[in-house]
């Protein structure tokens, strides 16, 4: 029997990128986010603009003669996003350490998906869905559990590449799957193009890396008297795990908000402790504190004594409207918004290196605002490339 490849979404944009693969009654989906969706919005009339992917019968309850399973990258709203707007109970694979964040989540309320029944793959041991065999395999991104998706249909090899970067803290999880999936001589390689989106993002002065980072903090703590705030990601376990270490190898006490708390404590952090703002009142020049933007009114009390890192938590960047209102408030502190991410998204030229050390049959290009761009450096570098469309459905026989 033949596999059908269809792509459903993130064709053009970061993110929302889902893709099914369908064998006699077996469907396989993956991954299941949204690019934005405020929560307000009924799941039917997000069906019908196209901003959840077109599977009607997982959102609107209906029969279906198919078989789903979905299946997750990573722990990215842009690539789990959807399952929220479920309305039929569906399995959805896994890793653990996903698993595990996603639990802890959904107890602190932050997630919420009734019908996601969610089950962990462990790396590297494939199982068999009817025609197919799925195998999940470690990667590096800026979320721990972040996965690689090889689907077998017995004839035809796919690969889902996820989100993945290869100046992280693990490039050899990269440089392994790279290796495992080159003797695989694969037919079809999904990868993403987040970097082909921007500019310059080949040039070392304007990146940033994990490693980087954590020495610009380490600078900026010797360097100041004042108290330190940062604003990162929650679901970036591992960084938050570094700046904690930083800032106590450089004398400071680390403190965290009670989601926050909560959250690391649950991932098996240790010495995580939370704000007790009279303390941090009393010696500000003795401590870090995380602040997320819905609680930035709890600096007011510093009188502009602070210094304000911003570390990719939200609001993400100036398409968020909260971005101006966070800037604003700053600026009339005479507080400095200090812009200290770092990518969870390899450069292009690694995508392009990571393609060929792959070396599929054909290499789609997707996840970026600008696929052609990646398309066309793909096809110099002499690979084979296809660029889908929405909706297009691809045969192997
Ligand atoms: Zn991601």
Redesign the pocket.
């Known amino acids: 029997m033949s596999t059908q490849v269809k792509f459903l979404n993130g064709l053009n944009t970061i993110g929302g990128n889902v893709v099914t693969f369908t064998n006699q009654q077996t469907r396989l989906i993956m991954d299941f986010g949204v690019n934005f969706a405020p929560t307000t919005t009924p799941a039917t009339d997000l069906l019908n603009d196209g901003t959840l992917p077109n599977l009607p019968s997982l959102f609107q309850n209906m029969q279906s003669d198919l078989k789903s399973t979905i299946f997750v990258s990573?722990l990215?709203l842009?690539?789990m996003g959807a399952l929220r707007y479920l309305t039929s109970p569906t399995d959805v694979y896994m890793s653990q350490n996903s698993a595990d964040l996603y639990q802890v989540l959904i107890n602190l309320g932050v997630e919420h998906a009734p019908y996601a029944k969610v089950k962990v793959i462990d790396y590297e041991k494939p199982i068999n869905f009817g025609p197919f065999e799925v195998t999940f395999f470690e990667t590096d991104?800026d979320?721990r559990g972040a996965s690689v998706i090889r689907v077998s249909d017995g004839k035809h090899i796919f690969v889902h590449s996820g989100?993945v970067r290869l100046d992280g803290s693990h490039p050899e999880r990269v440089e392994h799957w790279a290796d495992v999936l080159h003797d695989n001589k694969i037919d079809l390689f999904l990868l993403e193009g987040t970097e082909f989106s921007f500019e310059n993002q080949n040039d070392e002065f304007v990146r940033q890396t994990e490693q980087s980072l954590q020495i610009d903090f380490a600078n900026i703590i010797k360097e100041t008297e004042k108290l330190v705030v940062v604003n990162p990601y929650e679901r970036n376990i591992d960084r938050l795990l570094a700046l904690q270490n930083t800032a106590h190898e450089n004398g400071r006490k680390f403190l965290w908000d009670h989601r926050f708390t909560v959250i690391l404590r649950s991932m098996g952090i240790k010495n995580v402790q939370e704000i007790d703002w009279l303390k941090v009142m009393s010696e500000p020049s003795h401590y870090v504190v995380q602040n997320r933007f819905d609680q930035l009114h709890d600096l007011d009390q510093f009188d502009k004594q602070f210094v304000y890192l911003h570390m990719n938590g939200e609001p993400l960047g100036e398409y968020d409207p909260r971005f101006s209102e966070l800037s604003t408030y700053l600026e009339t502190r005479n507080v400095a918004l200090q812009l200290m991410g770092a990518s969870?998204h390899a450069k292009p030229d690694d995508l392009v290196a990571l393609a060929q050390h792959v070396n599929a049959k054909q290499t789609v290009p997707w996840h970026s605002f600008k696929p052609e761009k990646e398309a066309s450096e793909l096809v110099s570098a002499g690979l084979n490339v296809y660029l889908p469309t929405k909706g297009e459905i691809l045969n192997y026989n």
């Open positions: 990573h990215h842009d690539h991104h979320i989100d969870g």
